[in-house]
């Protein structure tokens, strides 16, 4: 039977008289969501998230395909054949989003009991759609079979779409509960996109067709206005593939996006009649290709460096790991030699070999103090290298600091009155109980500052100050030394960062003892921190420490 | 390696697919199996006829009953187009089952045509179009063919 509501269609899909909406609702988003499920599939066709997007793509397609036939054809044998797919499909999708996300959330396939139970939900869908359960007529008048669509078939698939959705979104919840910060924001793209797409699609289906089958409305075109979900879908789909890697699609993905713009651009010609409409979607057109043209120049161009970036991060990792290794062998090897050295010339000077020649008495002697530097920059450059793969260990017993700082300005007293400095002393009153590792404390924090105070202090004073301030241990080295420039100050406490001009004043600097004073500071649940008003005018390093008898919460224990 | 576990849904889906293919196809397009139903042409002076409207504006009125049939008997009677085709009007007294023919029924609040028929047409065309208006007991006429009786 044909019915005259239209004329016969071209090419299946094509005929005049129908909505404007028709073809800009259908075409542009079936052809999105092909576009993307197949390239999503052809870059990775053996993952499983990739093959069910392209898979709920191809059913969402030829569910619009099916649409576009029964809105356009008047042929009754075939509009009922195909309309017998309408609610088999729908209920694919639906349960196929559900399978979608459930490999999205957990990376593996779903198990044979929830296989078994998709498929004991879909087999009454796929049995009854070719009989009168779900279609039992034609109306020639309308040109339609809303009429005669069984009811309780068409809320059975309905229903599907509403279970899926709720089903969609307990799974989503309950992953995001455990997710990382960077899969909950493709949680969130996901589930947000999915669910506004089975919302709209389902919801503007059912009530475009039920409303039509009950007489209120003339037409379904309200469902038309559903499909744009699917839109949606793949545009947050195409943000996860882009930002995210999702899919593991790359670089093609971006490409396929903008085409799909242009397809939804273009496709406004198939329902703009005025010559001004058509004048305007040609004038955006040209430009949504032009500038998508550029935007496919640059994300590739962006993408291509984030991954060279990627890969040369990779091989620095790698390149790093061997490099420490490397300075670990050397540097026990050296600090053998030289530890082997500085004994040698103690002996020759001790007078194990005999007496000393009065003439080599200042060579040796100048060669024991270089060899236990070069000794103690080795040492350093390893304890760096220890402190940074986090293989020291810190006792964590009481001391008192106040007794060691005063230890350490001792031995610091020397080197300050061969250079014709003024190193003093002074302590406030109260406990300076902590609890930590006072040789490492006092090596490499404290020492390590009043050495370097006395470095790079050329005339003048040197104060260091201790202080218990509410359980806070402040222990301060003031210098009217060289000072600290800005730009300097950036790099004092990095690892192997030195000062501009400082290995001018100070040429045995490794660049290694701030960082490793910050480390074992830090270690000890303390901060260190340097003040300057800037070149010449002298600087301050302040290191602070809980007193034993700190509070709890504020005390970081050394590991 | 395929295993029914692994594909167990295409296993299952593929073949109900293909079964849903053919038996739509075979009830819809080779056995017609399916009901139609259209506007019939109705004569006022007969009958009570639904009023339909030719354009928007209504400017003007045509009369029709709602007809109903098996659409493989509609298919042998008139071809693929029913426009014009005088069986497709009532129910034939063979080879029509499941045919039916609705007349309007304004207490059930259709808008019917104006004029009544006359007793003596009534009588005549009772068989073929239905009891006249009034002998109804539901509430729109309508008359299944006699084979279906």
Redesign the interface.
Known sequence: ??C?LYQEPLYLIFATGVPDLLYYSHLPAATLALVTGAFVYFNGRKKLLNQLLFVIAIFFSLWTLVSLIAWTNI????L??VW??YG?LSSFISMFCVYLIYVFLEGR?IT?FQ??L??LL??PV??L??TDVS???????QCDAF??EGLAFKLYHTGLGVVAMVWILGLLVRKYRTATSDFRKQIVLMGVGVEFFLLSFFTMTFLGTYLTSVGILPDSSPELYGLFGMIIFMVFLGVMIVRFKTFNVGLVASQALVIALVILIGSQFTYVRSTTSVVLSSITLVLTIVAGYILVRSVKREIEQREVVESLAKTLDETNGRQETLIHFIGHEVKGFLTKDTGAFSSLIGGDFGPLPEPLKPFVTRALLESRGGADSVAQILKASNLKKGTVTYAKEPFDLKDLVAKAVEKGQLSAEQKGLNLTFSAGEGSYTMLGDAPQLSDHVLRNLIDNAVNYTPTGTIAVMLKNENGKLIFAVKDSGVGITAEDKKRLFTEGGHGKDSQKINAHSTGYGLYIAKNITEAHGGTIRAESEGEGKGSTFIAEFPAADAPKSKEKPAA | MVTF??N??AF??VP??V??VL???Y???VS?D??????ASCDPQQHSCFVGCEDDACSEEYFYAKA?KH?VN??AQCG????DCDEANRCLDENDSRCSILYCVEADGDTCAAAMPSEEVLGADQKVFGPAVGQLPSSSASVPSEDQI
């Open positions: 039977m044909i005259n042929h009754s044998d075939f009922l054949f017998t797919f088999v396939d044979g296989k078994l998709f498929i879909l087999t796929m049995l759609a070719s279609l039992r007529g034609f109306d020639i008048t009429a005669y | 576990q692994k167990m849904l299952i889906f109900l697919g079964f849903l038996s739509s196809f009830r819809f397009v017609r399916y009901m139609v139903s259209y506007e109903e659409a509609l298919y693929p187009d029913i426009t």
